[in-house]
């Protein structure tokens, strides 16, 4: 049989295996124990292993944890989106809280090292692909993908 679709039809083709999990969350601590797991549980079928599945799971946490501690003050929610492909997960972790300086946002010095300050380091280090957008008064916005099968 022919193949007949070019390189951008076969492209749709994937981009119709594709998914979208959307959750709304409580600014609330607890809840980043929820997210860990729905992120487990989604990151575990599309066939990630163990140790990826780990780095993930410490990723979101740290992403929840800055929304949560940095980016809102009342109660309030923020957002969780979950993108799916063959060939990568996308979560977007986004608030609309007070948003924040982007130089608050840099690699820290590993020779001057404090507590705390390395949330975002972690992200970068354990995660494919971050970005980060963040605008004062409205809200900050982290995207971080991961490959299936690629060791970048
Ligand atoms: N969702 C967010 N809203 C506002 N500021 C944020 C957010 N995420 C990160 N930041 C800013 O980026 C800084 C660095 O974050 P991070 O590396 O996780 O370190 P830490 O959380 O320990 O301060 C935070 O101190 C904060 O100023
Ligand atoms: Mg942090």
Redesign the pocket.
Same mark, same amino acid.
């Given at each position: 049989m022919y193949n007949t679709l070019n390189t951008k039809e076969q492209m749709n083709m994937k981009e119709k295996n594709s998914d979208i999990i959307k959750l709304s969350v409580p600014n609330k601590p607890e809840y980043v124990g929820i997210i860990r797991l729905t992120t487990s549980g989604i990151a575990n079928r599309m066939g990630f292993d163990i140790e990826e599945i780990e780095d993930i799971k410490v990723a979101i946490s740290? @992403?929840c944890?800055? @929304?949560?501690?940095?980016? =809102?003050c009342q109660e309030e929610n923020?957002n969780v989106d979950f993108y799916t492909d063959e060939e990568k997960l996308v979560i977007s972790?986004?608030?609309n809280?007070?948003?924040?300086?982007s130089d608050?946002?840099?690699i820290?010095n590993m020779e001057e090292l404090k507590?705390?300050?390395?949330? =975002?380091?972690?992200?970068k280090s354990l995660m494919d692909d971050v970005e =980060?957008s963040?605008n004062s008064g409205k809200?900050?916005?982290?995207k971080m993908t991961k490959y299936v099968g690629d060791d970048f």
């Open positions: 740290e @992403a944890t800055n @929304a949560i501690t940095h980016g =809102i923020f972790v986004y608030d809280g007070k948003g924040c300086l608050n946002i840099k820290p507590e705390g300050g390395l949330g =975002i380091f972690i992200i =980060i963040s809200g900050t916005l982290i």
